[in-house]
């Protein structure tokens, strides 16, 4: 089984930063690819980064240049650094997890295990 553990989210004002952490359990870490999505009230959920085992990425248009999500397979964990955030960025964010894939997965129906959710508030 694989359990993910997101940290980091909070309320922070427009054109601030956090950086999301996804800390995995099960093994081995560096054969999952991972994604983080988000869900903002009303909306549905939508990818915002993914990254494949051997480091490739994906980011959606609306992120590129303000987030960069990166992995730490020695720690189990993923990031999602996000800079310049605006108030668009309010919304819950899931870590995602799916063993054995090769490539960054876009498509949440792709992942088979996901993170309770932190919130990000971003005030104007």
């Known amino acids: 089984q694989v359990q993910l553990i997101e940290s980091g989210g909070g309320l922070v004002q427009a054109g601030g930063s956090l950086r999301l952490s996804c800390v995995a359990s099960g093994t081995p870490f560096s054969t999952f690819a991972m994604g983080w999505f988000r869900q903002a009230p009303g909306k549905e959920r939508e990818i915002v980064a993914a990254?494949?085992?051997?480091?490739?990425?994906y980011y959606v248009n609306s992120v590129k240049g303000r987030f960069t999500i990166s992995r730490d397979n020695a720690e189990n964990t993923v990031y999602l650094q996000m800079n310049s955030l605006e108030p668009e960025d309010t919304a819950v964010y899931y870590c995602?997890?799916?063993?054995?894939?090769?490539?960054?997965?876009?498509?949440?129906?792709?992942?088979?295990?996901w993170g309770q959710g932190t919130q990000v508030t971003v005030s104007s």
């Open positions: 990254i494949s085992r051997r480091s490739n990425t």
């Open positions: 995602a997890a799916r063993p054995g894939a090769s490539g960054a997965l876009v498509r949440a129906g792709s992942y088979d295990f």
